[in-house]
C-alpha cells in the first residue's frame, strides 16, 4: 500500500518561500512519475506540476503567471522524496498542496488527475500579503 506524507507547509508573507516535501514508501519510488497539486478554499484542485519517474522531464501548470520560473519540482530516489519548491510566493498561492504518485511506473510527467492513484493527507501553504 502507497503512503504519501506532505511536509513543509505554513504561512510565510508574499515574496517568501517554502519548500515542500513529500515521503512515499510502500512501492519503488524511483519507478513511477510524482505530481503536486493544490486546492483552494472554495476552489476544484488543480495541477501544480509533475516529474516522470526517471526525473528527466518536468511539466509545470501553465495558467496565469504561475509557471514564470517560481516553482521547481525535484526528486530524490536515494530518500524516497519529491519537493516543490516554491519562490517568491502569492497571496494566490494559498491551499492546500497534496502530493500524487502516478498509477502506473515508468511514466513520464503527466498533469492529469486521474493517472495518479495514490495521494497524500496535504499540506497547508497561507501566503499573507
Known amino acids: 500500500q502507497v503512503r504519501l506524507i506532505e511536509s513543509g507547509g505554513g504561512l510565510v508573507q508574499a515574496g517568501g518561500s517554502l519548500r515542500l516535501s513529500c515521503a512515499a514508501s510502500?512501492?519503488?519510488?524511483?519507478?513511477?512519475?510524482m505530481g503536486w497539486f493544490r486546492q483552494a478554499p472554495g476552489k476544484e484542485r488543480e495541477f501544480v506540476a509533475a516529474?516522470?519517474?526517471?526525473?528527466?522531464?518536468?511539466?509545470?501548470?501553465d495558467y496565469a503567471d504561475f509557471v514564470k520560473g517560481r516553482f521547481t519540482i525535484s526528486r530524490d530516489n536515494a530518500k524516497n522524496t519529491v519537493y516543490l519548491q516554491m519562490n517568491n510566493l502569492k497571496p494566490e498561492d494559498t491551499a492546500v498542496y497534496y502530493c500524487?504518485?502516478?498509477?502506473?511506473?515508468?511514466?513520464?510527467?503527466?498533469?492529469?488527475?486521474?493517472?495518479?492513484?495514490?495521494w497524500g493527507q496535504g499540506t497547508q501553504v497561507t501566503v499573507s500579503s
Open positions: 500524487a504518485q502516478h498509477r502506473d511506473p515508468f511514466k513520464p510527467a503527466q498533469a492529469r488527475q486521474t493517472n495518479f492513484g495514490s
Open positions: 510502500g512501492r519503488t519510488f524511483s519507478a513511477y512519475a
Open positions: 516529474l516522470s519517474w526517471s526525473g528527466s522531464n518536468t511539466y509545470y501548470a
